[in-house]
């Protein structure tokens, strides 16, 4: 996933609103004494949402296991519940790139040390070098050795690897693969200092664009993985045997066979393709090589798979398909340690129809695949997908023979079989993990299952959040998938924003006294790039785009007025792409604006006149964002939130009294590295905020000291008079479906409440519903309203959602009742 930290921001203001003169600034601020509030912090659910480049199973350990993404951190597989915890949450501001992580190592020797390489751009997006982080207690808490030099964990090359690697005899000694032409690093000291391996031969030459002048796809890929031959060494001594993938074409694998002390060029090793993995199979003296054309994620279009023996120096090609019958390159690449012989390999850039698996049982002599084509466009598949906990997966597709929705995967650089568990394979795609713990059924004929195993790994991007008085408490504007909105905080929302699907939600907004009416604004490369909702975010269509527009930017959605606008007078505000302001809800006048830059003008200003002038708050150093909340008990005045720089002291921030003093409600814990983007408190719930964070996706914080107050249900329905139902199946896959529900009373009296009732035919079985409360028994299915949708005028309609399990039959409902009543079926 491609995401820069890129900030947009307008400060255009109604006219009608103007009037007055600016307002001077205030001197340097005085200090500023902050309280503190405790904070219980969780993810606004989505499960996943972007790049899982790598993947590191521990080898003396049953189920410990690390994950890697791109801009998000690191995980630690939690398997009593089958989920994933982050590790990097203390990451601040000041070094948010260290929220990119290049590369990841686990000791096998002493499991309870992990070691991550961090850092996100080679290039000056990223104003830090890299570092190592280094945990003995399995990513509870870190140390940090900084390097001399940046470290591309969002970088082109991000998915070969393992970068990173702990000698399996020695474990105080480590190498790093840099690049840039930094060359290849040492640790002696377990990570805690780090020198240059000055007689390592190559620093790498191949980028990706060597024209590109930001210095992103322009930079030289480096020394990409390093795999120890654990056999030539005993517990204690250094391993003898070292190979080291380098970004060359033509000098793409090296080899010491002293501990590091010389190194040379493999002899005999193919030419024209970069390595993107090295395997060793110490059993069985093999050296698996994973090749493509181009250095990934997202590009490559030629491969192949190598395979080197250790001890007679023989190359032989096992690649499962001749090179002129490829369109894409090879990079994940795993041995099953239960069983040797058994490889598998992905062919990651297989964009089109889908990804693809290999496997094979005889160290690569002959293979299989995870799907062919029967007769083409007809495939047939070695496995079954469910992905009813991510149903988003689907991406709300229909597509046409051979793609089918959902996807195997699309940048699958990371593959992974349990080395205690054949049954057991994880992988990464560009949006999620999956997972399967019956793979060995690939060998009996029988289909495997595919499902996400990604829950606890939240790795979207966000642009904007809004929190509407009434409806869903939570909407979002997504890097990548668009957004979501969110009717239950602790459930994975259905489906993101569709019709149309943006790749990429800049802004969204709704009407304050029509939380119903919502706009948003995003990336598409055909097509509209503004679209509107008129039932709270459910359901949308395309806008018509203003003239010159070519992308997203920022919206917002007025009450009233808004037609025309002219610039305000004040002086001394932030200028650039860091600004961002927001009116108070119902409060005629009162803007409150927030950015600016640290070698500027910078901090967190207040109008009270239409933005005619501002008054810059004394207290406050720096600020990137503001949002209103539910006022505290016994105030009048909405509660505001920030991200700022408040007393000295980089977090996440709560005023109860209009500014005047501030409380400090995140903690070094919990930092996120940057999050800058969007704010906003819960209108109906005090103290509860929803932040933004670049790779963390949605974080939402409730105060300890007093329980939030979310509002229930509405009272039992008692709805009467005449209605219709329109159902309609929205999308299928294999094992499952979503629908949507339309009732409209047709009769002339309003509903106070609704409750719709139908029966299943083919044993569907409901998995997930929004904008309704649903239960099912045996076949009978009921919904009832929510308690933002209960009052339903005549001739208005409500909709709502579901996804369900099916069999191959998928028969439609034929009768709905309300309450006692039978409704219409259209």
Known sequence: MRRTRILTAV?????????????????????????ADTYTWKNARIDGGGFVPGIVFNRSEKNLVYARTDIGGAYRWQQSSKTWTPLLDSVGWDDWGHTGVVSIATDSVDPNRVYAAVGTYTNGWDP??????????????????????????????????????????????????????????????SGVTWSQVANFPNVGNYAQDPSDTTGYASDNQGIVWVTFDESTGTAGSATKTIYVGVADKDNAVYRSTDAGATWQRLAGQPTGHLAHKGVLDAKNGYLYLAYSDKGGPYDGGKGRLWRYATGTSTWTDISPVAEADT????????????????????????????????????????????????????????????????????????????????????????????????????????????????????????????????QGLEETSVNDLVSPPSGAPLL???????????????????????????????????????????????????????????????????????????????VASAADGGATFKASPATGLPSGDSVRFKALPGGKGDVWLAGGAADGTYGLWHSTDGGASFTKLTNVEQADTIGFGKAAPGASYQTLYTSAKIGGIRGIFRSTDKGASWTRINDD???????????????????????????????????????????????????TGACKVTYTVTSQWSGGFQADVQLTNTGTSAWNGWSLGWTFADGQKLTQAWNAETAQSGAAVTAKNVGWNANVAAGSSVSFGFTAQRSDTNTKPTAFTLGRQSCTVA
Do not use: C
């Not at 018509?544 to 920022?554: E, I, K, M, Q, Y």
């Open 476 to 554: 979002s504007a997504l890097g990548d998938i668009g957004g979501f909105r969110h009717t239950d905080l602790t459930k994975v929302p259905s489906m993101m924003f569709t019709q149309p699907n943006f790749t990429t939600t800049t802004s969204l907004d709704f009407a304050e006294s029509d939380p119903n009416t919502v706009v948003r604004t995003g990336n598409l490369d055909s097509g509209p790039h503004i679209a509107f909702s008129t039932d709270n975010g459910a359901n949308w269509f395309a806008g018509t785009d203003p003239s010159g527009v070519s992308g997203g930017g920022t």
């Open 669 to 719: 814990a919990h930092q996120w590295g940057w999050t800058g983007a969007a704010i906003t408190g819960d209108p109906r719930v005090y103290g509860r905020v929803y932040v933004s964070t670049n790779g963390r996706g949605v974080l939402y914080g409730d105060s300890s000291g007093g329980g939030p107050t979310d509002p229930g249900p509405g009272p039992d329905p008692t709805p």
């Open 128 to 189: 830090k070098n890299g570092a190592v982080m280094r945990s003995s207690d399995r990513g509870a808490s870190w140390r940090k050795a900084d390097l001399p030099f940046k470290l591309g964990g969002n970088m082109p090359g991000r998915g070969m690897g393992e970068r990173l690697s702990i000698d399996p005899n020695r474990n105080s000694v480590l190498y790093l693969g840099a690049p840039s032409g930094k060359g290849l690093w040492r640790s002696t000291d």
């Open 327 to 454: 369109s894409y390159g090879f990079s994940g690449l795993t041995v099953d340690r239960q069983q040797p012989g058994t490889v598998m390999a992905t062919a990651y850039s297989a964009w089109w129809p889908d990804t693809q698996i290999f496997r094979s049982r005889d160290s690569g002599a002959t293979w299989t695949r995870a799907w062919d084509y029967t007769s083409y466009p007809n495939r047939a598949n070695r496995y079954t997908m469910d992905v009813s906990s991510s149903p988003w997966l689907t991406w709300g597709a229909n597509p046409q023979p051979p793609e089918q929705t959902p996807k195997l995967g699309w940048m699958t650089e990371a593959l992974e079989i349990d080395p205690f568990d054949s049954d057991r394979m994880m992988y990464g795609t560009g949006a999620t993990v999956y997972g399967t713990e019956n793979l060995t059924k690939w060998d009996s004929g029988s289909t495997f299952a595919i499902r996400p195993m990604v």
């Open 11 to 35: 400060l255009a203001l109604a006219a009608g609103l103007l009037s007055g003169a600016p307002t001077a600034l205030a001197a340097d601020p005085p200090a500023t004494k902050l309280a």
